[in-house]
């Protein structure tokens, strides 16, 4: 367990509102990362992170914003959903211990309509 | 550019006998990392094994191997012993060393029948 959190775990929201989702962890990783799945797609990347305030882009970050200002937390922010943004929302993190793996969060299932 | 590739979008396997789940990946460089994630139907991501494109043994979790063929690029999990738990969605993904990123395939739904 690699102490992931993420909330909402399920939303419902409508095209044209802002929408923010949390990942928390509670094991001081360096790394963290925010995927979405979708059908025939597997997991893309979305954004990721190396620290506090220090944020890259990933495969499929338009539309998307993140920040993260403690190490426990790294938030994505779609600032004005659409439908295609309905999608699962997945949160990871990269163990220090174990350098190479990315152990991922429950999950957060967001419905854009 | 990188690629994963996964060719079986569907597998089925008897109770108690090994299957094999088919990767392929496409990369330039010489250091990367191979992984395997299982997705029950409950949603949640769970690692099962990791492969380091320097590691000269294939590696083994529990009845989890990888069958590494680095000169072809290709990466398959066998499961052996199935078990009706064992029926899932399995992502085969890769990361290079320097960069942080994964990158999926698009999964093979396997489903273990009594």
């Known amino acids: 367990d690699a102490g992931i959190t993420q909330s909402p775990r399920h939303k419902v929201t409508e095209t044209g509102t802002p929408v923010t989702l949390r990942c928390h962890q509670t094991?001081?990783?360096?790394?963290m990362y925010w995927y979405r799945q979708d059908p025939g797609h597997g997991l893309r990347l979305i954004h990721y992170s190396y620290g506090v305030k220090d944020t890259d882009k990933g495969e499929v970050s338009d539309g998307y914003s993140v920040s993260r200002s403690k190490t426990e937390d790294f938030l994505l922010t779609l600032e004005s959903a659409t439908s295609s943004q309905t999608s699962v929302y997945f949160c990871?993190?990269?163990?220090?211990?174990?350098?190479?793996?990315?152990?991922f969060g429950p999950g957060t299932r967001l419905l854009v309509l | 550019a990188q690629k994963i590739t996964q060719t079986q979008p569907g597998m089925f396997v008897q109770e108690k006998e090994a299957v094999t789940l088919d990767c392929t990946y496409d990369t330039s460089d010489q250091s990367y990392g191979l992984f395997w994630y299982k997705q029950p139907s409950s949603g949640e991501m769970i690692f099962l094994i990791y492969?380091?494109?320097?590691?000269?043994q294939n590696a083994t979790e529990g009845r989890y191997s990888l069958n590494f063929q680095k000169a072809r690029k290709s990466a398959n999990l066998v499961i052996s012993a199935s078990q009706l738990g064992d029926s899932a969605m399995y992502f085969c993904a890769m990361r290079e060393r320097n960069t942080d990123k994964l990158i999926f395939g698009t999964g093979t739904r396997l489903q273990v029948f009594p």
């Open positions: 094991e001081n990783h360096r790394y």
């Open positions: 990871a993190i990269r163990d220090r211990l174990e350098q190479e793996t990315q152990y």
């Open positions: 492969q380091g494109s320097y590691d000269e």
